[in-house]
């Protein structure tokens, strides 16, 4: 189980995380979801005791991370899979690790092969792996512990195809023996894959937390129109929200009815209307965390510091 309660980081004025709550509970893979700079990486680090919240608390297993006797045993972290050091081999970094917690050594190999790193690559330095070997060695650390929680961020960087799926099935497995995950990742597809449970942030504060279906149940119209720039105007005019989509559509916060009559009103040509129900969790992300972004600035500067 995680908890973070009312979690708030200022730096002097600037508020890099305001007032976060949310809960990750047993057999679930939450996925953490948010623009650059809206204070994901912040709340994971409070979470895993690295940086010291304004106020507010988090804890693993009902206990704050600097609490717990052996919090390698409990939590797997992955916060920056570049965290090695560059002259030791993956082997080298997993034994040490491997003594630090007290698990037999045979492990090490256990979670070698678990996360793919076989033949000459154990006995390779960290410094020669490629992003995907650094990251599947990230992972391994985080499993070596045999925890009951997984934190990670962004741990699908660098992974080629195979590698995401072989992630995800990873995560699926754990979760679905009565582990818990956090997940933060910018591959919305993949997220939306494996989670059952998703928290979006925005501006430093929760924008959305519930079941993915719940949340991607969604609400609104999806349009789009021969003259897209004419489609915008019009929508704006009759006072309707709208979000563009990655694929030139637009997600308009009202009826389809109301669309209708506005682009019928300016006489602009559609060549799709629909509700946007079901419509994934990119569009989620983007009609939650369009509305935020001029409040994501005040936040990216002291993201970027808290780094």
Not at 274 to 282: C, K, P, S, T, V
Request: charged share 20%; glycine share 14%; aromatic share 2%.
């Amino acid at each position: 189980m995680i908890s973070a309660e009312h979690l708030t980081k200022r730096y002097g004025s600037q508020a890099a995380v305001s007032d976060v709550s949310f809960r990750c509970g047993p057999g679930t893979v939450t996925g953490f979801l948010g623009p650059n700079g809206a204070g994901k990486s912040t709340t994971l680090r409070m979470l895993c005791g690295l940086t010291e919240p304004t106020s507010g608390r988090a804890t693993v297993a009902g206990t704050a991370y600097r609490d717990l006797p052996n919090p390698g045993r409990v939590v797997g972290v992955l916060l920056d899979a570049g965290a090695q050091h560059p002259g030791r081999s993956g082997r080298e970094v997993l034994t040490l690790a491997a003594r630090v917690l007290g698990v037999e050594r045979r492990r090490v190999g256990e979670v070698l092969d678990l996360v793919g790193l076989t033949g000459r690559a154990p006995g390779k330095r960290t410094g020669q792996y490629s992003l995907g070997m650094r990251q599947r060695l990230g992972i391994a650390q985080a499993l070596l512990g045999e925890p009951e929680v997984l934190v990670l961020d962004e741990p699908a960087n660098g992974l080629d195809p195979e590698g995401i799926f072989w992630m995800r099935g990873l995560l699926r497995e754990f979760a679905d023996r009565g582990g818990t995950v956090l997940l933060s990742s910018h591959l919305l597809h993949e997220v939306e894959a494996v989670a059952d449970h998703l928290v979006v942030i925005g501006g430093g504060s929760v924008v959305a937390d519930g079941s993915k279906e719940e949340l991607l149940a969604g609400s609104g119209t999806l349009v789009r129109g021969l003259d897209g720039e004419a489609l915008s105007g019009a929508l704006a005019r009759a006072g309707l929200d709208t979000t563009p989509t990655s694929d030139g559509a637009l997600l308009v916060d009202g009826s389809t009815e109301a669309v209708g009559r506005a682009a019928a009103a300016a006489g602009v040509v559609l060549l799709e209307l629909r509700q946007a129900e079901g419509a994934g969790l990119e569009q989620l992300f983007l009609t939650l965390t369009h509305a935020g972004a001029a409040d994501v600035h005040h936040a990216a500067p002291v993201e970027e510091v808290a780094r």
